[in-house]
């Protein structure tokens, strides 16, 4: 069974860190590109940092500067480093591999940034 599994989540104050995982297991993912998407309250899911099968790496606007997405290709991993965060940042945060026409997403890790 194909998993992408996400971990570190949790809450942080606002200009805090935070390091979520994403480990995959069933398959390996080497040849996907890595995807953290975000999901806030009434709001619909964007993409936040992409990092291709190649290693190259993408940004939301939102995260420039700030957050930086990395890949271990060894233990089919990929992380997403967040600093100076912000209330805004607050959301669901997903892990997505994209291969083709296929996709697979984690269940999820929960972000809340607040004092």
């Known amino acids: 069974q194909v998993q992408l599994v996400e971990s570190g989540g949790g809450l942080v104050q606002p200009g805090g860190s935070l390091r979520l995982s994403c480990a995959a297991s069933?398959?390996?993912?080497?040849?996907?590109?890595m995807v953290w998407y975000r999901q806030a309250p009434g709001q619909q899911r964007e993409l936040v940092e992409v990092?291709?099968?190649?290693?190259?790496?993408n940004y939301a606007d939102s995260a420039r500067g700030r957050f930086t997405i990395s890949r271990d290709f060894a233990k089919d991993s990929v992380s997403l480093q967040m600093n100076s965060l912000k209330p805004e940042d607050t959301a669901v945060y997903y892990c997505?591999?994209?291969?083709?026409?296929?996709?697979?997403w984690g269940q999820g890790t929960q972000v809340i940034v607040s004092s």
């Open positions: 069933g398959a390996t993912f080497s040849g996907s590109d």
């Open positions: 990092v291709s099968s190649g290693g190259s790496t």
């Open positions: 997505n591999a994209q291969f083709i026409s296929q996709t697979w």
